[in-house]
Nanobody, 128 residues
Framework: QIKLVESGGGSVQAGGSLRLSCSAS????????IAWFRQIPGQEREGIAS????????AYTDSVKGRFTISQDNAKNTVYLQMDSMRPEDTAMYYC?????????????????????WGQGTQVTVSS
């Protein structure tokens, strides 16, 4: 079983930056992908960035491409989401999730049901 714990959320003004962390513990050898999702109340959870933990390959949704960066520190079993040039529309609850699937095709990495383990979430608020 995998336990994921997010941290680093908070409030920031538009144009500012935040860095989220996702620390994994447990049987982490079964994790092939870790992704960041975000969710606004009343809306579906949206996959915004993913990283293939074995090779470091990354993917982003268009709305965050060029502004957010996902990275990992394997020694610490931690994945980060550096968020720059933040906008009010980035306001959401942010979750990290882990998948034991060995490969995603196309946009499969963005689909919540493809992830087995989830963190509790961390709130991010961007004010204008």
């Amino acid at each position: 079983q995998i336990k994921l714990v997010e941290s680093g959320g908070g409030s920031v003004q538009a144009g500012g930056s935040l860095r989220l962390s996702c620390s994994a513990s447990g049987y982490t050898a079964t994790i092939y992908y870790i992704a960041w999702f975000r969710q606004i109340p009343g809306q579906e959870r949206e996959g915004i960035a993913s990283i293939y933990t074995a090779g470091g390959n990354t993917a982003y949704t268009d709305s965050v491409k060029g502004r957010f960066t996902i990275s990992q520190d394997n020694a610490k079993n931690t994945v980060y989401l550096q968020m720059d040039s933040m906008r009010p529309e980035d306001t959401a609850m942010y979750y990290c999730a882990a998948s034991d699937r060995r490969r995603f095709l196309g946009r499969e990495w963005r689909v919540p049901r493809n992830y087995r383990d989830w963190g509790q979430g961390t709130q991010v608020t961007v004010s204008s």
